[in-house]
């Protein structure tokens, strides 16, 4: 079901682009996204996380009525969502989503499996498939990331492996060997996540498919955190009017961020920096920023406290 000739695209507008609207969609636009993209032939959409904190948008929580009304509406549609580890009851909120999803992902640190383990258990238990997604990629030497995927595939929890460079920091040439490594200790579907910070989203999205991916992941007008996405219009097989569709729907529920807004995200990814980090750092260095972005050395930064420890020593330009 999740992979087809030469290869299956999952759209992520719903979940990666609530980044740029804290996950406040309509349910007319989320139904308008899930529609668009059935229709133009994509094979899946992640719709958001699923949680039951009180108070969440609708994105951010996806409650069982709207998860039943968005497989109504695209019956042919993979419907995926993405479930935090740190979630408090993650049994209750697949038992009663289980019936209208057919994927759930698991962000997961290499360096910290035991909570996204947990969590595919219960996964495991609700009858649902589950994907592992390896975040920030770039950030973890091979060997770890390895270790990683060793590690759910001999205790049998993932139907799916993906490597996301969530931090838009990979450079060319760079994810295919990662792909190899990886299917040198997993014989199941690999898919990849790219982000845009620094255009090679879908240059690194071909790479990985040549290197035996089976999955890709894209957006509407390429919309996500930060530096953006891959453009699901660029996965697809699409005449005129479809891609203009698309566009249209893209362009009607989410906004680009500015030049000025992006920038930061285009230096975090020439620094390996967490896009998570960017936000904040730009509440408590308004001014400065990109500046103090710009001296730092590209490595492999663990959080945003070495960030700041970074900072202290750098010299900004007068």
Same mark, same amino acid.
């Given at each position: ?13 719903? %979940? ?6 804290? &996950? ?39 409650? /069982? ?11 042919? *549609? &993979? @419907? ?24 759930? +992902?698991?962000? !997961?640190?290499?360096?910290? !499996? ?29 060997? @770890? ?26 450079? /060319? ?10 299917? %040198? ?11 845009? #910070? ?20 894209? $957006?509407? #007008?390429? *919309?996500?955190?930060?530096?953006? #996405? ?7 097989? *699409? ?5 203009? +569709?698309?566009?249209?729907?893209? !362009?009607?529920? @989410?906004?680009?961020?500015?030049? $000025?807004? %992006? +920038? ?9 920096? $967490?896009?998570?980090?960017?936000? /904040? ?17 590209? +490595? ?16 900004? /330009?007068?």
């Amino acid at each position: 079901m999740l992979t087809r000739a030469p290869f299956a695209v999952l759209d992520v507008t719903l %979940r990666d682009g609530g980044y740029l609207n804290d &996950w406040a969609f309509s349910a007319d636009a989320m139904h308008a996204v899930v529609t668009a993209l059935e229709a133009a032939g994509a094979d899946g959409a992640e719709v958001g996380y699923i949680d039951d904190t009180p108070g969440l948008p609708l994105g951010a929580a996806c409650p /069982p009525d709207l998860l039943a009304q968005l497989r109504d509406a695209a019956p042919h *549609l &993979w @419907l995926a969502a993405m479930l935090r580890p740190s979630v408090a009851d993650p049994a209750a909120i697949l038992a009663s989503r289980s019936a209208y999803l057919d994927l759930i +992902r698991i962000p !997961t640190h290499a360096n910290a !499996t035991g909570p996204s383990r947990a969590v595919a258990e219960h996964v495991r238990g609700a009858g649902l498939l589950c994907s592992i997604n390896l975040t920030n990629v770039s950030a973890y030497p091979v060997e @770890l990331l390895a270790a990683a995927t060793a590690e759910f595939a001999r205790h049998d929890l993932m139907d799916v492996l993906y490597l996301a460079d969530s931090r838009g920091a990979l450079r /060319p040439g760079e994810a295919a060997p990662l792909v190899r490594a990886l299917r %040198r200790v997993w014989d199941g579907p690999i898919g990849f996540h790219a982000h845009d #910070n620094l255009g090679w989203a879908l240059a690194h999205t071909v790479e990985a498919l040549g290197a035996g991916c089976v999955l890709a992941d894209g $957006s509407l #007008n390429g *919309l996500g955190l930060g530096g953006g #996405n891959t453009v699901t219009q660029d996965l697809l097989p *699409l005449d005129a009017a479809s891609a203009d +569709r698309l566009r249209e729907v893209g !362009t009607r529920v @989410l906004h680009p961020l500015s030049d $000025s807004q %992006r +920038r930061p995200y285009v230096l975090s990814a020439h620094k390996n920096i $967490s896009q998570d980090w960017i936000a /904040p750092l730009v509440q408590a260095y308004p001014a400065t920023l990109c500046a103090l972005l710009e001296t730092l050395p590209r +490595r492999s930064y663990r959080s945003q406290d070495e960030v700041e420890a970074a900072f202290q020593t750098a010299a900004v /330009p007068s």
